[in-house]
Every structure is written in structure tokens, then in C-alpha cells.
């Protein structure tokens, strides 16, 4: 019979949604900049720092292999 097991395990997916949610939330820091055309330091460092980590979370979520139960 065929073994249908999923690419990811259920951590994976976990790890993901936190990945997303930390994108998401850098995208929002980024709009709460009062500088005009987002030069302030919410739009041109803390934002962008927030969105390059939630796309390190969402790297490791792809590449983290649990490990089996023994």
C-alpha cells in the first residue's frame, strides 16, 4: 500500500504560523511610521529587522526534521 505521510509535521506548521504572524506584524510596525514616506526608525529599521527574522522563522520551519520518537 502507499505511504501517505505529510512533507511537514504538525511543529512545522506551527512554526510557520509564528513565522507568518512575525511578517505580519513587521509589515504593520512598518505602516506606524509618522515620517513622512516611512523615514523614521519604525519604517527604515525596526520593521525591516522584524520582517527579515519572520523570514529566518519561516526558513527554519521549512528545514527543521523532528525527531523521532524512539
Do not use: H, R
Not at 10 to 33: A, P, Q, S
Not at 40 to 62: D, H, K, Q, R, Y
Amino acid at each position: 500500500m502507499s505511504n501517505n505521510k505529510l512533507a511537514f509535521s504538525k511543529i512545522n506548521y506551527i512554526i510557520m504560523i509564528v513565522g507568518v504572524c512575525v511578517l505580519t506584524l513587521g509589515f504593520f510596525i512598518m505602516t506606524l511610521d509618522t515620517e513622512p514616506y516611512g523615514f523614521g526608525f519604525l519604517g527604515l529599521t525596526l520593521g525591516p529587522i522584524v520582517v527579515i527574522s519572520g523570514f529566518v522563522i519561516e526558513f527554519v520551519a521549512i528545514l527543521y526534521k523532528a525527531k523521532p520518537n524512539q
